[in-house]
């Protein structure tokens, strides 16, 4: 019988699901594959906790030495998270001439490059299918399937959190406040769920996709974010009446020159676009690219049971391919330059409260005017008697930096009324 | 430098493709992966007519054997169809010592078990991810990415043409004639369309689908199918008004018993699934299963550049994993018993034209409930005064015989006129 011996470290949601499935499925993946996935130990600070599934007592351990000192783990799988213990764990297991399974995007992003240096002295591998889009084979799909096509964007739903939220305001008209609590209630958004509200995971997972599509080295500061904190109810109904469902998409574009656009930010799309029917907690990533044109993947982006579905292919993989390291994701061949946000173009979405008086619109027009940015359309929602008034107009395709100098101008006149609100929205769709 | 040898044979709408990403791209591809795709050989009957894309002559050749001869090729692309020469060419490949792509799906899944064990034997490999969806990267993500996972269910767009034509007939209120010429003129149909219209296209990729969804060999003959050629117009419009659209679905499911069910047939997609936004000539393959739970495949299921893709991937999965024949897809365990139609349950749209007098729905109605199938609706669209008025109605769940026999029973009415259409409603969503 051949097998591959298992360590996970970090016994959380993941590694439980896991252990879950390979209590469950080893004997079935071992006729599938022909090689026994062995779990040999999981590894965490607390190991008395009671948790979803069952582990032997000998093979639970505090200390993750004792699992790498063992010579018939082949696998580690890195579950803790973070980027301080979680880097140390990987490198030490590479040194020590394990291959490793992550699910860390924020590690693989920041510091992800030393690491995946350091697994192709060792010839070992290092693989991440579950970092990003969850149980959703899109590394796999990027790297593998798409060898022989050249990719020219992507437009992803990768946060759960966030995707919940706007989708709880869009179909039951509630304010992201009450959204935010709705999916905190159901899992779907954690304790503190900054870093999934205001853009850093999305962004996080954006710089991996970017890697490995564009096969270029990048440093994460060169992602551009924002997160949907600021989104109002009042946004999202003005956008569904005029055609277009607000997500927080992640967006990484190569021009023709080999520029790329790599931005995370709240988006309208088109309600006709296969993106708009992507709801609550599921994540999806469309593809375009020169040969096999639009393609999209959709599934879970998170949760113990998806997010372990790639782990075990990960591990799966290894064992199948990887005994000589070759099973590779991680494969850059060159540093391509990021864009600033200032030359990026697109068409907006912007919302003004503004005093209802005259001469109003022409002001703005004539501003937007000056920039070189023309308007599309403008909507002016009749509304109950208050002196504040929405005022909603998009544009035509324009450069981010006049754009940015025409709202400074026109959130300084007399008339406009709190925060102008700008949204940009999908292009080429 | 490593390369690797391929022989084109077939050289029509994928074959151009394949070289054409060949020509393009080869360079990138052996930057990505570290191994050069060599295009050796073109083989066709015909090496004189023009081609979207230019061969070197002396690659050209008639001779299929003079492509096998050569030392140089390790990977023999099966590009011809049909299933008498292509299975001669791909069986002396084999023996030859060659490894095999294809995108044969007629072949597979009539022929395909003695050449996979013959590729077995050979310990070379055989792939085929072309074969189903096109550039959809379905067959790995079932075989690789799903390997620690459990498939439930498959419900799968997989032929454009059927799906060109009913989309035509939702969107524009097309008849299905004219739909289909619409289709022809596109090229999204061919010239003799039976086989996309009738089923047997999306059989055969359901056969290939299921093989590797439930690791089971199976029977073609145990594939159910019905086509999309006697839908009306009518049926589309009174489907759309209950919230409905009608696709082709090819359909696989798996009970608790390890029985499966393997069915094409049109069918009613409610309006908020996925499925129901794959429009034109787009494929989709939605997948049920235990633990990464409801996942999405869609994309370009036909055409040259879109299947060429699949078969450079399968390529450099050769290349990159297969020296030693160990990158697989297809691995059955098992035979799983195949359900007769008579056993499966289902919801059922069902349409009538009757002449406009009392007792009508009484009468049905009865014989309905003779057979134990209860009715969920009962739609009677107002009609200007003709002697025939069609009458809707859809069924709770109810078993397949019971509904044969009473549709039988019913056809049989004197106030019955025309063909009473029956159309199966997708289950569970």
């Known amino acids: 019988m051949k097998t591959i011996g298992i360590a996970v470290v970090g016994f959380g949601t993941i590694g439980s699901g896991v252990v879950k499935i390979l209590q469950d499925l080893a004997p079935l993946i071992e006729k599938r594959t022909g090689i026994y996935p062995e ?16 582990v032997e007592k000998a093979k639970l351990t505090t200390d993750y030495k004792e699992a790498l ?39 693989l992003a920041e510091r992800g490059q030393k690491l995946f240096m350091l697994a192709k002295e060792m010839k070992k591998s290092l693989l991440f299918e579950a970092s990003v889009g969850g149980g959703i084979p899109i590394l796999r799909t990027i790297s593998h399937s798409l060898v022989g096509d050249r990719i ?36 779907f958004a954690e304790a503190d769920p900054t870093l999934d509200m205001n853009g850093d995971d999305a962004a996080h997972k954006l710089a991996i996709l970017a890697t490995l599509a564009f096969h270029t080295e990048l440093d994460f500061s060169h ?20 055609g277009y469902t607000v997500k927080l998409l992640a967006i990484g574009k190569r021009d023709e020159d080999n520029r790329l656009e790599l931005r995370v930010h709240p988006t309208l799309v088109p309600k006709d676009n296969q993106l708009a029917f992507v709801h609550y907690e599921y ?36 064992a199948e391919h990887s005994r000589e390291g070759n ?24 919302r003004f409260h503004v005093l209802d008086q005259t001469g109003v619109l022409a002001q703005i027009a004539s501003i937007f005017g000056k920039y070189g940015i023309s308007i599309a359309s403008v909507l002016q929602p009749e509304q109950s008697e208050t002196t504040s008034v929405p ?10 930096r006049n754009m940015r100098q025409a709202m400074e101008e026109i959130s300084r006149l007399s008339f406009i009324q709190d925060k102008v609100m700008m949204i940009r929205i999908m292009d080429g769709h």
Chains 1, 2 share one sequence.
């Open 39 to 54: 779990l040999r130990w999981v590894v965490d600070k607390d190991i008395t906790s009671p948790r979803s599934v069952k």
């Open 283 to 318: 994540n999806a990533i469309l593809v375009e690219s020169e040969y096999l044109g639009t393609s999209m993947y959709y599934g879970k982006g998170a949760g113990s049971h998806p997010t372990a579905t790639a782990v075990v292919a990960d591990i799966m993989a290894i």
């Open 152 to 187: 020219r964007a992507l437009y992803a739903i990768v946060n759960g959190t966030t995707n919940y939220v706007l989708t709880q305001m869009a179909l039951n008209k509630s304010s992201l406040e009450d959204a935010l609590k709705e999916a905190q209630r159901k899992g």
């Open 223 to 242: 992602v551009h974010y924002e997160g949907i904190e600021h989104i109002a109810l009042e946004d999202i109904l003005h956008a569904e009446r005029m």
């Open 391 to 400: 005022l909603i107009m998009t544009t035509h395709e324009a450069r981010e």
């Open 69 to 107: 000192a063992d010579p018939s783990v082949e696998v580690v799988v890195e579950l803790v998270g973070g980027k301080g213990f979680a880097y140390t764990l990987i490198e030490e297991s590479l040194k020590g001439g394990k291959h490793v399974v992550t699910a860390n995007k924020a590690l």
């Open 327 to 350: 099973f590779e994701l991680f494969r850059p061949y060159q540093r391509l330059e990021v864009k600033s946000m200032d030359e990026i173009t697109s068409r907006y979405y912007i």
